[in-house]
């Protein structure tokens, strides 16, 4: 099977920078910053971003280059006979999978709050209703898969176009609006009379605040908004040349993505704090305080429509990258067609996808942790608090160590091309010290998980002594 390639340095940097791009930057940063201080998360959230998502990024990027393979296979291509390490690449597909059961529903409820904006449904009903709104649509089955297996369809639709003439073409397109829809939205933002106000806790760092609870959800939240550790990344490494060095390749990405996840947060809270909305809402946030505050706002059906359609375009690029992810690991699994693995791919995920968009109706019996959860919170829990560390550990280690491909390898497969280098002084960090935080990060976010009502590891230690 011949390997496709991208059309473009920019299309690659776009669809990277959409992969990593997604409701961890435009639902779950906001949240996470209002629950956790404001300006103190912001800052912490940017340290980690640099110390820990720049390397596994750069990593990433170099083994699917230098395997020129998908997550599945790229271990074959690299490691020594007779090694393991290929066993990640069949659970990296698995995460992939897994990623998508839980995120194509929190898409298809984006996309039904920018149709019910743009249809006029949210437009002068009481803030009361507005509220209401998004519990009614997780409480009905037809709206919750409904949307869902639109966001499935459409997605693989896209995808069977190709990847140059489906996924490149139609994420620059995206990338584009999305980061022109921001901008006004955040222009419109700055001129509420609460943007002094929402702009000062989001931006001015209160250090009093920062505590581990703080520090843990920063470095949780940097591994999931750059999509690390289950290969997103390495599989657009693979489909590009060595005309340019990887190190300058993910800084422009790494800007993008923080760029959309900090403004944001630049669009949301100055509009919290003009219509008395708490910041710190948690996950509903996006959905039922924005929604009540485009509704109290003068031109608030156009604005909401033209929030959500930027949410929209953000939730959808990581979906067409991911997507593809999967794409290209079940064609080199089975040498399929682009466009029969997209019909077989897609329809597992219809059903995959189904017990997550169940979970807050039809199953909402099912409770995995504390009161109130459901198949979503165990899904994201595997997925963010397991597959993207442990696996972002394995790709590391696999890069730095000699029973893996090596450092000098991977320090002459980052550098290859143009532009910014990799310094040899790297090595004892990426050898040593990420290591150690990225298992940290892990234990960290296991041992303080609420796997019950007020139920965790660390907790019952505690009470041991």
């Known amino acids: 099977m011949e390997r496709e390639k991208l059309g473009s340095r920019l299309g690659f940097i776009l669809l990277s920078a959409g992969c990593a791009i997604g409701v961890g930057n435009v639902w779950k940063f906001p949240w996470m910053a209002g629950q956790y201080g404001g300006g103190a998360f912001v800052l912490i959230y ?8 720049l390397p596994v990024m750069i990593v990433e990027f170099s083994l699917g280059r230098a395997s020129q393979a998908s997550p599945v296979k790229l271990y074959q291509k690299l490691e020594k006979p007779g090694q393991k390490w290929h ?51 997780l409480s009905s089955p037809t709206i ?65 605040k920062i505590n581990g609870n703080v520090i843990v959800g920063a470095m949780n939240q940097a591994f999931f ?59 509903s946030l996006l959905f039922e305080a924005m929604a009540s505050v485009f509704n109290n706002m003068s031109g608030g059906r156009w604005w909401g429509s033209l929030f959500f359609l930027f949410m929209l375009f953000a939730a959808f690029s990581t979906i067409l990258a991911v997507f593809e992810n999967i794409l290209a690991c079940v064609r080199e699994l089975t040498d399929w067609s682009r466009k029969k693995a997209c019909l077989i791919c897609g329809a597992a995920l ?36 397991c597959c993207l560390p442990l696996g972002a550990l394995c790709y590391l280690l696999f890069c730095v160590t000699k029973k893996g491909w090596g450092f000098d390898k991977f320090i002459e497969e980052a550098n290859a091309g143009k532009g910014l280098k990799l310094g040899k002084w790297i090595r004892p960090y990426m050898t040593y010290i990420l290591p150690i935080v990225i298992i940290a990060i892990f234990i960290i976010g296991i041992f303080t998980f609420q796997f019950a009502d007020n139920f965790t590891i660390w907790g019952y230690i505690k009470s041991l002594f």
């Open 46 to 53: 940017l340290l980690f971003l640099v110390i820990l998502g």
């Open 87 to 137: 066993i990640h690449g069949y659970v990296a597909l698995v995460a992939n999978f897994l990623l998508m059961m839980f995120y194509t529903s929190v898409t298809g409820w984006i996309f039904y709050y920018f149709i019910s904006f743009l249809s006029g449904k949210m437009t002068g009903i009481t803030s009361e209703a507005s509220g209401q709104l998004f519990g009614n649509m």
């Open 144 to 208: 919750t898969i409904g949307f869902m297996a639109l966001v499935v369809i459409l997605g693989f639709l896209i995808l069977s176009f190709g990847l140059q003439k489906g996924v490149e073409r139609i994420t620059k397109y995206m990338m584009v609006a999305l980061l022109l829809l921001m901008i006004v939205l955040a222009i419109n933002s700055f001129t509420l009379s609460g943007a002094a106000e929402g702009l000062s806790f989001y931006l001015k760092p209160d250090l009093s």
């Open 225 to 283: 908004t750059l999509s690390l550790g289950i290969g997103s990344m390495a599989i657009f490494g693979s489909y590009i040349g060595k005309e340019r060095s990887l190190l300058g390749e993910s800084i422009n990405i790494l800007v993008l993505d923080t760029f959309v996840a900090v403004t944001a947060g630049l669009i949301i809270f100055p509009a919290c704090f003009t219509f008395n909305v708490e910041p710190g809402a948690g996950p």
């Open 350 to 385: 219809l059903v995959l996808s189904a017990p997550c968009a169940l979970g807050f109706n039809l199953i909402s019996g099912f409770v995995p942790f504390a009161s109130g959860s459901s198949v979503l919170d165990l899904e994201d829990f595997i997925v963010s608090y």
